[in-house]
């Protein structure tokens, strides 16, 4: 098997889905990697705490396996890091935002919706991306370039249009005002623990919240 094949084998371990993308904003290459979420391993729990942001459910279930991800890579004599926070850049970096969504369409990993998310055939929109920057010559498994393509699944659907509380997906496929989207509040009777909003996952026809690997 090639080197290419040989990762996304290692990568299908740990993970639900698995591509390469090729960036020029990247030295390398980017492994990105796909992990549905659920009640029961619910990669989006998380806390504010001291005015920050305790992502519990990424270090208990996608952190381990970026570790363990990584060490089987380096036993195939290349060397590999996590992007950003375990897997997880956050805010623009020095060469400019590194898009999870972006990368996962250069890989072939699916197309965005007009909720915006990228649509796994299974899980729908509950699943969430990470990346790996690889120093080898992978060879990329998706269309290379980024295209603002719709996906066939959302032509006759309007359900997460419809459902945004604050009007944020009247032009679908990006947010009006990203600052409007409701995503992250702070909810009661945890005090502090995150209610995502998801309302316009919530309505997605494809996949359902709870269908794991
Ligand atoms: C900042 C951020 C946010 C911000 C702002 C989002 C935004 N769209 O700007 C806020 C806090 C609002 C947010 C909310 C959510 N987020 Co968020 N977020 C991020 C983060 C850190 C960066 C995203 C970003 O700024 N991208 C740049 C923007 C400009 O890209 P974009 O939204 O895709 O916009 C492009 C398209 O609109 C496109 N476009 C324009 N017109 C058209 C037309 C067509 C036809 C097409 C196809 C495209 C297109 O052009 C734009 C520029 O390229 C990423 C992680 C990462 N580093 O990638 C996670 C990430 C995107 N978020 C994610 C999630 C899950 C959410 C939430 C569901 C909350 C939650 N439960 O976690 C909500 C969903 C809201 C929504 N409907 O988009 C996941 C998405 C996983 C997936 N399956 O796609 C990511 C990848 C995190 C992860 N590790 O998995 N998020």
Redesign the pocket.
Known sequence: MDPTGQILEDALRYFDAAGVAVDKCVDGVVLIL?LS?SPERD??EGYFEGGRLNFQG?LKHVKPRITSLIEAIAERGVEAEPM?WW??????GKKG?????????MAGL???GK??????PR?G???????IRINAPLTSTGPVV??????PHCVSCNA?VQA?PVD??L?????KD??R?L??IPAEPIPGKIE???R??AVCPIGRLGATS
């Open positions: 796909g979420t990669l989006d990424w950003g897997g997880y850049p956050m805010s623009i935002v590194i898009s999870l969504k972006s990368l996962a369409v699916g197309l965005q909720n915006t998310l990228i649509i796994h899980f929109p509950w699943w969430r991306l990470a990346a980024y295209e603002r393509k719709k996906n997460c945004c944020d997906l032009e679908p496929y990006r947010l990203p600052a989207c995503a992250n995502w909003c998801d316009c996952l």
